[in-house]
């Protein structure tokens, strides 16, 4: 569903997920009740119409969210295209601390943390949505 889709590029864009606790419940609650945290406020380099997409995809009512999966992939395509024509400066690399080990905790944050965000990102999350779309439409 739409929704799940909005979580997956959430985690994709940002390298965490929109609602973390310590207990499934807990997590259960925060979907319910409270909304994510902006993703532009994780990764300011996010193109600003990919964030309006995922918190879009991220509505509690369903009325809010876009109205099929074609929409979603209409909207990947134009950011798609605006970055083509307009791509993001090249953040400067940073250091990586060789002493930090990724764990069970962090794992999910090391990728993201290690490079520029790239326009594949895009490319790929589009991909994924389709992907999605077509198996979950079978």
């Not at 739409?2 to 499934?24: H, N, Q, W």
């Not at 083509?84 to 944050?109: G, Q, W």
């Amino acid at each position: 569903d739409l929704y799940a889709i909005g979580i997956m590029l959430y985690e994709l864009t940002t390298g965490r997920v929109p609602f973390d606790a310590k207990s499934p419940m807990k997590v259960i609650a925060m979907h319910l009740q409270y909304e994510p945290k902006p993703p532009r406020k994780l990764f300011p380099g996010m193109h600003e119409d990919l964030e309006k997409l995922i918190l879009g995809l991220l509505e509690k009512d369903r009325d809010e969210r876009p109205n099929s999966a074609g929409d979603v992939i209409k909207a990947l395509e134009g950011i798609e295209r605006c970055l083509v024509k307009n791509p993001l400066p090249e953040p400067k690399p940073r250091e990586i601390d060789a002493n930090v080990r990724p764990t069970l905790t962090n794992a999910r944050h090391v990728q993201f943390d290690q490079g520029p965000w790239p326009k594949a990102l895009v490319i790929g999350c589009g991909i994924a949505v389709v992907v999605a779309l077509i198996f979950f439409s079978i």
